[in-house]
């Protein structure tokens, strides 16, 4: 099932080292104005060989859109677009074609499939992010039409947290944190942990090993009522929309495994009057209550492992000989998959509140 | 959006103080053998008035069968059961109408719906869940039937945590740990931490106030394959499911948020042979890989805020005068969630896993 | 797969001779005014036992409404409705158990569940069709306030036809046409023609045999742009509603057949203006263009097969001994099934409508 | 909604005078052989500019895969396939952007919608089959590995009836029939009616008119118990798979609406044994009974509409004045459609049959 969403629906396609990937956008109302540059600025915030914490795989990721879109309007009907490969790398891969790497879905899927395309993962790879990132860019373009703004960051990564909280911000920030972020070369706006989070990265990288970390994401000006009780709430359809990304073992909403500590009379937000409107004196329960919107920003961490292709000597099995023997990745990897993955939660995020914006009708179905 | 699923599709109806509440479950294949007696079970381990740590409102929840069983076995057609609300005390409730009630769906529902029944919080009431149990009871079964058990329990509670780790058991444990588990007040196989967890809930609610928790939830016997890439993976619908059901803030697979803290080597499980077959020495990634299952034992975890509901004085707003207010909440409620949300986490990790196994062929779509 | 629609969503359920049948209205939106009456009044044009043309086996057909309906108002939540079985005379089915009936699903359906309640034709039954009623009451209502009428009565029976075109008539004459038809034995607004096709039906009842008909449905009040290219086109999900109704072997839109005949010249609807509105001349398009509403009515037009269940001697075989036999099928049932096939096809045809509605925008999320 | 299918999905995008047109077909099992070859086959089928009765655009519609593919199998992914529009002559149609075209979508997309594409008819354009045809292409090719084999044929143009009966043909016979069809101009495998046919689409031409017809489809092979009752029949989703196709207004399955004048006596099959086998006598039913397959041969028939672009000059109302006027079309166009909606057919009952088999187990979801 490479489809997501019900009425904004992303399909997507493509194997690492295949002829190229990409996405239909279907359920994008008429009218709204988007440019190719639009979508090629949030995937050059994904693509691999810009820094040295990731992958030196050289991809320009260059996009063409191949439909849905007239004079810079879309159309209300399918947005395709298609992104080639180009240097897929793909003769270290031979060798573990056998020989399953540990924490990679290599023979998952082969139990799965059967007839697997081994290279560089295949479908596996994390490459298949840069579809969801350049569905996620009509998503947000939707959206900030809409006054919905959202925002990524690292969080935490390998345990050196960021000086940030969600409650730090609201919407008028958000553009200055957007700067601040993707500025970092870990994509943390907190400048001073910064320098921590890259050094134990490349400490990591030059011990053939790797990190994982946290991301927080936020969306800001989300109206009260998105959410579809009681199987397609808000924070149900978050989870599924972040579990998704690989590498993510873990979501919480608001508080999340924190509120497992408290008291009631610690974790409720109790209401008050603000300037006329109703909100909620805190946000423990991260804009989101019974499934719902509340009106108050909607905040989402996930937890990233550290990335499963690693130098180091591992123990395996040759599936062919059925005997253990052991693998060191070679091919080209990221040490931290963090800083790459936000802009793929962003977009995930994007998703599931351009859905339930247009299911509500919060977003209408044309724009005039 | 009420129903769950894509071939084993279920979908709930009701309201808290409503005529009944119940579920049809689509798509079960024909020829299971399947009895009230089994259904009854399950929704007995869920009910209210049954223990000092619940509500006091008495629900016999007795499940009425209307169709797609004949003479004990399914039909393939659609089952569907209800169970009437007997009672529902409604008297205490018409002061929430205009007092929204902090951590509540109250006033999130109202902006959604506009027109809605507040009494004792109509759907959004955890109610709601009983039929999310009838329905996962025909998953357990036709589960139990391929060799897959699901399992959970109260892993932590305010912070006390049971000496219980995942990996010390294995598929020929579980009736003997479902046996503690369900013969335990709060739903823990720890007999020594059962006390303390108790004492810590009853002087909650003594001091009108409410704690939280943990639910690690396994199942066993999955073999490797189940899960859709990239969207329906396992993990991710194991996410939405989870993440659905009332007062959850956060779910994780596996080591969940502590692999963010780990490196590659440790987090990843290394592959061995035993007794002829691939498994994982270590099962960090909780039974899945890429979002598949590897047919290691899949380990979940989801964090259950405080229950919103507490006596304790709490501020609010009058939605008819717009005015800010204080209330404390009546009614009936239970001061600690956890123990009735056991099994409402096994039914919803129950109906994935049987929708997936018949996604894949697994399942066979009839049973001869 | 027992639901259908997108937003407006139906979960129907029941055998023949079970408990009960009914369904679940999922995504009807909340503060719609919808009493008991008006679903029971559906209801009751569809019953069995009130005529010379039908079934014998008496059903009073009595619906319980179990939720989502608070105060007299829909409160967006699912509506469950009941009907329980009451005059369900088995006795006469046992043989059918191993001797399929010509026409009918026995064969089939045993081939594709093994394991099937074999009385009366278990969810085969025509029966089912009441919560397809049921549902559509719902629709209706929804509909009517949107200013959307839907009404359907028999065209032809047997080959002898009404005499009334679709053209003929416009919203202002829904209620008089509905009278005209519901107060006619045969459904037919034709009081001329309705005594010939009583005659036609009586005679092979006594010959016992049964013949077929065309139901005509008409949607007035449709305004332009409901359907979604290029897959769920109103007339495909028209088609595959209408083709779902049991014994319905063909769907046609406006000129439908006839239109394969014609040139386009002729076939063409010309646009011209009318008190300042864009409308067609002439709709032979049925209201329908690219699978998009025009504004102009929604005509469709259903082939009925003759009542499969004939006491007439046929051939067919023995499943146990697998040689051939005959059999005269005793039970009760409908010489023609063509008039209670009326209220149904008028139900599935505003099931399709609410959803597309809803989809489109047309029909608010709640209403005020 | 650009996405057909349940399991065996299809998404489809692309303007007729955009860059390029395409799918993604998702849920095809792993381990099919398909080559670029077998789907160019049955584009050229469809292809325009290649008969004196079909449009002069010159489209080579040269199909790119761009993914899902490996070393000649598929991989269980979503497999891409893209055409890119070549000769999109887009000159004549600005004059349509305001007069809509009688028997077109032009103005129903624009009620919908409000931003268009109106070159060539933009998304609603017949163009947009082509990717319908390439997705079929996998689904005929899974099929075949199956033992199903999908035919589809002129059976009527103009009136002018081809003298061939489903009844006349076996599975055997397919491969010889299909010769015959795709040999013919007009696709009719009845060689003495084609000379009549031509000669009346030409005659039509010279007028600047155009003309309509039936086209058949048959299946063999299908073996009995796919469909998924009550809405999910057979018959249903062949309903609306073939109601969706371009200028489709009428389906009817088995003896259709001849049947509606029929005795049931004259209208049920009745059964046999043949060689060992339960089969029916005749085939009235066209291979569905409750919409269940029953091991016959499926057996549709469309009712295709003369194609809507005329040159004769036609009333019609400029949007822009808002006043009446005429327009006579220009731009190249098919005098008569029937001949290319043939392989559209094909595959369209080529779509449902492979989901139905993938959604009952018939078909596997992987191939070793």
Chains 1, 2, 3, 4 share one sequence.
């Not at 053939?208 to 991301?215: E, H, N, R």
């Amino acid at each position: 099932m490479n489809t997501f969403g019900r009425i904004f629906r992303v399909t997507t396609y493509g194997e690492s080292h295949g002829c190229g990937i990409g996405c239909i956008v279907d359920g994008c109302p008429s009218g709204l104005g988007l440019t190719l540059d639009e979508i090629q600025t949030e995937l050059d915030r994904r693509k691999p060989g810009n820094s040295p914490v990731s992958t030196q795989r050289k991809e320009s990721d260059l996009v063409e859109i191949l439909s849905g879109i007239f004079e810079g309007k879309t159309l209300g009907t399918p947005i395709s677009m298609m992104i080639r490969n180009i240097d897929a790398d793909s003769t270290k891969y031979s060798e573990i074609a056998d020989t399953p790497r540990p924490g990679h879905a290599d023979l998952a899927w082969k139990d799965k499939f059967s007839y697997v395309d081994f290279r560089g993962g295949g479908r596996a790879s994390g490459r298949e992010t840069a579809s969801r990132v350049a569905a996620g860019a009509v998503a947000k373009k939707l959206l900030k039409e809409s006054g919905v703004e959202v925002i990524a960051y690292t969080k935490e990564i390998a345990g050196i947290k960021a000086g940030i909280k969600a409650g730090d911000y609201g919407i008028s920030d958000v553009e200055g944190l957007r700067q601040l972020v993707y500025k970092s070369v870990v994509k943390t706006p907190d400048k001073k942990q910064e320098k921590d989070m890259l050094t134990t990265i490349l400490t990591a990288k030059k011990e053939k090993d790797s990190v994982g970390g946290i991301i927080e994401a936020i969306a800001f000006g989300v109206p009260p009522g998105l959410g579809e009780p009681v199987f397609d709430k808000l924070d149900a359809d978050l989870a599924k929309a972040l579990m998704s990304i690989p590498s993510i073992k873990g979501v919480e909403i608001g508080s999340g495994f924190e509120a497992a500590g408290k008291r009631g009379s610690e974790a409720n937000d109790s209401f008050m009057i603000d300037d006329g409107q109703i909100r909620s004196r805190t946000n423990h329960a991260g804009g989101i209550l019974g499934g719902i919107s509340t009106g108050m920003p909607i905040v989402v961490r996930v937890a990233v492992k550290p990335t499963s292709s690693i130098g180091k000597k591992q123990q395996t099995v040759n599936l062919k000989e059925m005997k253990e023997t052991t693998i060191e990745i070679k091919g080209r990897h990221d040490p931290c998959i963090v800083p790459r993955a936000v802009p793929v939660v962003e977009a995930m995020m994007a998703l599931v509140l351009a859905d339930h914006g247009l299911r509500t009708g919060f977003i209408p179905r044309r724009l005039l």
